[in-house]
């Protein structure tokens, strides 16, 4: 779908994310602009369950240094920090656990699927990026996902409203993406299994 029609923003909004968030571990800011979630999250010393979200960021990264590009206002940039209740040498799952997540956010109304190892797709467009980081003790999981885009901010990729000719309301996309990914680590730290869950949208 090409859509043509100017939206009107929606700010995100910290204090309305984290009252719908008032019963989990998550504990969200928002910024107006930075660099990069990653970064400003990482340089905050942050604990378990913060959440850092930008409006708009202007040095947005993906695996091997790429950039993710975003309007204002147009998407999720969102860095979160856990400590995992895992042993370290299984870390290098989480970014099974975050693309799931994603996956499992979107299908409901999008054909979606994930490319390994940090992409997840509509139709072989990109509509999210993610990006796990390691420190001392415990992980930054960045989540770019593109909300409320015209037009494809690259060659290859898409957005929710490209795709439905509707505006979505971010601030309950961030609520929804925070609890299912919360299940899933949940799930992941018991011991279960999330292989099988995460081939079924798998497209490599």
Do not use: C
């Given at each position: 779908?090409?859509?043509?029609?100017?939206?009107?923003?929606?700010?995100?909004?910290?204090?309305?994310?984290?009252?719908?968030?008032?019963?989990?571990?998550?504990?969200?800011?928002?910024?107006?602009e930075t660099t990069s979630t990653q970064v400003t999250l990482r340089s905050s010393n942050p604990d378990h369950g913060d959440v850092l979200l930008?409006?708009?960021?202007?040095?947005?990264?993906?695996?091997?240094?790429?950039?993710?590009?975003?309007?204002?206002?147009?998407?999720?940039?969102?860095?979160?920090?856990?400590?995992?209740?895992?042993?370290?040498?299984?870390w290098s799952f989480l970014p099974v656990v975050a693309g799931l997540s994603v996956a499992d956010l979107l299908s409901p109304i999008l054909p979606v699927e994930i490319k390994w190892p940090n992409d997840v797709n509509v139709e072989g467009k990109k509509i999210a990026g993610l990006l796990c980081e390691s420190t001392e003790n415990g992980v930054i999981v960045g989540?770019?996902?593109?909300?409320?885009?015209?037009?494809?901010?690259?060659?290859?990729?898409?957005?929710?409203?490209?795709?439905?000719?509707?505006?979505?309301?971010?601030?309950?996309?961030?609520?929804?993406?925070?609890?299912i990914f919360s299940t899933n680590v949940q799930l992941w730290e018991e011991g279960v299994d999330l292989r099988d869950k995460y081939r079924k949208y798998s497209s490599t």
């Open positions: 779908m090409n859509a043509q029609v100017p939206l009107t923003p929606i700010p995100l909004n910290a204090g309305e994310i984290n009252n719908k968030l008032h019963d989990s571990y998550w504990r969200v800011s928002v910024i107006d930008a409006e708009y960021q202007s040095q947005g990264r993906g695996r091997l240094e790429r950039k993710f590009l975003a309007e204002k206002f147009s998407a999720i940039l969102m860095s979160l920090f856990i400590v995992p209740q895992q042993e370290k040498n299984a989540i770019g996902l593109n909300i409320d885009m015209l037009h494809p901010p690259v060659d290859g990729a898409t957005s929710l409203f490209i795709e439905t000719g509707k505006q979505h309301e971010r601030n309950q996309i961030v609520v929804n993406l925070l609890r």
